[in-house]
């Protein structure tokens, strides 16, 4: 029995000896977004001829961070005439839900404050009201309801909670000294620059020094980083390998090591009122700025009906523009089709789908695809209603985020941690991450495509259970889980120079590109840094 398997039958069998006990696992409810939609495009289904042209200035493919950033950019240099597709889910890895009045992330759940290089950002941030006051100097103000409140950071040691996600409770002197020693040199890190002038470490990535000293970090993975240079500590080497699996979806052994020095040296951010390292969050996620992105777009545009349904199913490249043949799929799942046609278009879609809808484009900007795609993630996002609040164990009280020592989920967050109460709420979600990596991505897709809703419950509570025992099932009123098979790009070893990646970031064609992948890790930073690019050179 591999490990995963074992994983998953020793959380079922927890769970089903809590029913004899008298009380009953919730049924989940399972979504899949873009899954549909994504096999009829793998499998070339056939599509019925078009009903219908319409005809638009610029052409966005997709509505996740970069498209609606592409969008966002248009509408404010006053440009009306383009349209987006919305694709298989509006607002991508940002997307949120409501369980009635309780909003809840089913993708990304932060924003990190952004820092002096992320100007688009700031800029955006501005906008949308996030950022009250002095958005491009050191030290913004923000709105006090969206910076993090504390206790921000919780962790499961023992059965106790101790402060903070770096483990310290009954770590030894010499493992303390490590860890000392490692966040030193990362935060040293924040201030160095290459001998081409630019700093070593950058959001956007792009920007990032080109200094053939440092870049040859991404040669090796993060571990064997690690282990080069002396680290050799349990605690750091768990730390580290859960700073990856959250933010990059696979584990140290296999994110290069200029990706895992990057996580801790690139942030940069200060606010003028919260403390250095302070987040952005929200109870949904970042699917509240989804919404303000989209309320901004509208305002702008007026009436003109700049988002439609449906997503691209082929995209060619014509004498005068580019043509689009998109697809909507009913709830009966039949689909229609119709033509857009457009001046230019901005892939704004992930790049392991446009390889099945512009094989030929992509391949004439010198995008090979069984060379440059990066690997893709899965994950599980789960989210628990719960009416009334589970016992806690010792230590640190609730807080935002909360993580389980040496569990094998990314813990769990908060949603009404950002609400101020004189008492606990009586109702919340708690919504559980999962970067689903024990086995190969496409084994764990697998999977996930077959998995019994039992079993994708047990996996959703295998950070849960250990926290709150049978008292979790007493409260958890109701469950979703969002599948992603596809969450996510890792930066893995080699990623910085992969020539397809870097041929479409510099692409000034008919298509533009504007995605996340662009820089092969999955940051709402970087998705709206190449939305806002695409959208500049789209009108130039």
């Known amino acids: 029995m591999d490990r995963r398997t074992f994983l998953l039958a020793s959380a079922a069998a927890s769970l089903a000896g809590c029913g004899r006990?008298?009380?009953?696992?919730?049924?989940?409810?399972?979504?899949?977004?873009?899954?549909?939609?994504?096999?009829?495009?793998?499998?070339?289904?056939?599509?019925?001829?078009?009903?219908?042209?319409?005809?638009?200035?610029?052409?966005?493919?997709g509505a996740g961070a970069a498209g609606l950033s592409c969008a966002w950019q248009l509408a404010r240099a006053g440009h009306k005439d383009f349209v987006a597709l919305a694709g298989p889910e509006f607002g991508g890895n940002a997307a949120g839900g409501q369980y009635g009045d309780l909003g809840y992330p089913k993708g990304a759940h932060y924003l990190p404050l952004p820092s002096m290089e992320s100007t688009h950002l700031r800029d955006m941030l501005a906008d949308l009201g996030?950022?009250?006051?002095?958005?491009?100097?050191?030290?913004?103000?923000?709105?006090e309801r969206v910076l993090v409140h504390a206790p921000d950071e919780r962790l499961l040691i023992d059965g106790h909670?101790?402060?903070?996600?770096?483990?310290?409770?009954?770590?030894?002197?010499a493992e303390l000294a490590q860890q000392q020693r490692f966040f030193a040199y990362t935060d040293s890190l924040r201030s160095a620059f290459g001998s081409d002038g630019r700093k070593v470490f950058c959001i956007p990535l792009a920007q990032s020094s080109q200094d053939a000293r440092w870049r040859a970090l991404d040669k090796r993975s993060f571990k064997q980083w690690?282990?080069?240079?002396?680290?050799?500590?349990?605690?750091?080497?768990?730390?580290?390998?859960y700073a990856c699996r959250d933010d990059f979806g696979a584990g140290y052994e296999r994110v290069s090591a200029w990706a895992g020095l990057h996580y801790f040296s690139a942030r940069g951010g200060h606010a003028r009122n919260a403390e250095d390292g302070a987040v952005l969050t929200w109870?949904?996620?970042?699917?509240s700025v989804v919404t303000r992105l989209s309320a901004s777009i509208s305002q702008r545009v007026g009436e003109h009906a700049w988002s439609l349904p449906g997503f691209a199913a082929r995209v060619e490249e014509k004498t005068a523009g580019v043509e689009v043949l998109c697809v909507r799929i009913d709830s009966n799942n039949v689909p229609t089709t119709f033509l857009l046609k457009a001046r230019r278009a901005v892939c704004a879609m992930p790049l392991f789908v446009?390889?099945?809808?512009?094989?030929?484009?992509?391949?004439?900007?010198?995008?090979?695809?069984?060379?440059?795609?990066?690997?893709?993630?899965?994950?599980?996002?789960?989210?628990?209603?719960?009416?009334?609040?589970?016992?806690?164990?010792?230590?640190?009280?609730?807080?935002?985020d909360n993580v389980v020592y040496r569990g094998d989920g990314l813990g769990y967050v908060v949603s009404t941690h950002q609400l101020i109460r004189l008492s606990p709420p009586q109702r919340s979600v708690f919504s559980a991450y999962q970067a689903l990596n024990l086995d190969t991505p496409d084994d764990t897709r697998h999977w996930l495509a077959a998995a019994h809703p039992d079993d994708l419950r047990a996996q959703a509570a295998i950070d849960l259970v250990p926290a709150y025992g049978r008292d979790l099932w007493r409260h958890a009123a109701a469950l979703e889980i969002t599948?992603?098979?596809?969450?996510?790009?890792?930066?893995?070893?080699?990623?910085?120079?992969?020539?397809?990646?870097?041929?479409?970031?510099?692409?000034?064609?008919?298509?533009?590109?504007?995605?996340?992948?662009?820089?092969?890790?999955?940051?709402?930073?970087?998705?709206?840094?190449?939305?806002?690019?695409?959208?500049?050179?789209?009108?130039?």
């Open 130 to 143: 996030v950022i009250e006051a002095d958005p491009f100097t050191a030290r913004p103000v923000f709105d």
């Open 483 to 540: 599948v992603r098979g596809h969450a996510m790009a890792t930066p893995d070893v080699g990623f910085l120079s992969r020539p397809g990646l870097l041929a479409l970031r510099d692409a000034h064609g008919p298509v533009l590109f504007a995605h996340a992948d662009l820089s092969g890790m999955s940051l709402f930073e970087e998705a709206s840094y190449w939305g806002v690019l695409a959208a500049n050179r789209a009108i130039s």
């Open 226 to 241: 690690l282990l080069d240079e002396g680290y050799t500590a349990p605690s750091l080497h768990w730390y580290l390998n």
């Open 283 to 287: 109870p949904d996620g970042l699917h």
């Open 21 to 61: 006990t008298g009380w009953i696992e919730t049924t989940p409810t399972i979504d899949s977004p873009g899954m549909r939609e994504g096999h009829a495009l793998r499998d070339h289904r056939s599509l019925p001829p078009p009903s219908g042209t319409l005809e638009t200035d610029i052409a966005i493919l």
């Open 354 to 400: 446009a390889q099945h809808v512009m094989p030929q484009s992509l391949h004439a900007y010198g995008f090979d695809a069984a060379r440059d795609l990066p690997p893709r993630a899965p994950w599980l996002v789960s989210n628990f209603l719960m009416d009334g609040m589970p016992r806690e164990a010792q230590g640190v009280p609730l807080a935002w």
């Open 161 to 173: 909670w101790q402060d903070g996600l770096v483990p310290t409770l009954g770590i030894g002197q």
